[in-house]
Nanobody, 124 residues
Framework: QVQLVESGGGSVQAGGSLRLSCEAS??????LAWFRQAPGKEREGVAS????????LYADSVKGRFTISQNNNRNTLYLQMNDLKPEDTAMYYC???????????????????WGQGTQVTVSS
């Protein structure tokens, strides 16, 4: 079993920055990702990376503003979020899985493990 614990959420004004962290422990995984879910909306993929370095992918809505990365031990995932917009407001979740191909990175059902989420609120 993989345990995922997110941190770093908060409230910022539009144009501000936040850095989310996700600590992973136990089990094995080859893909880590960030998803988000706003009230009344479906969960959507934000960014994903292969821990072996095969790919790093982003949703079009965050390209150029968000950066996903991992530490050298591959047990901590980060999401640096710059130039935040009110539409980025959501609960952000860390997810882990194995054998997730790049073309299906944003399909939430592909991921076996999920964190509890951290709230990000961006005011205009």
């Amino acid at each position: 079993q993989v345990q995922l614990v997110e941190s770093g959420g908060g409230s910022v004004q539009a144009g501000g920055s936040l850095r989310l962290s996700c600590e992973a422990s136990g089990g094995t995984y080859s893909t880590l990702a960030w998803f988000r879910q706003a009230p009344g909306k479906e969960r959507e993929g934000v960014a994903s990376l292969s821990t072996a370095g095969y790919y790093t992918l982003y949703a079009d809505s965050v390209k150029g503003r968000f950066t996903i990365s991992q530490n050298n031990n591959r047990n901590t995932l980060y999401l640096q979020m710059n130039d935040l917009k009110p539409e980025d407001t959501a609960m952000y979740y860390c997810a882990a899985g194995t054998r997730i191909y790049s073309y299906s990175w944003s399909e939430s059902h592909k991921y076996n493990y999920w964190g509890q989420g951290t709230q990000v609120t961006v005011s205009s």
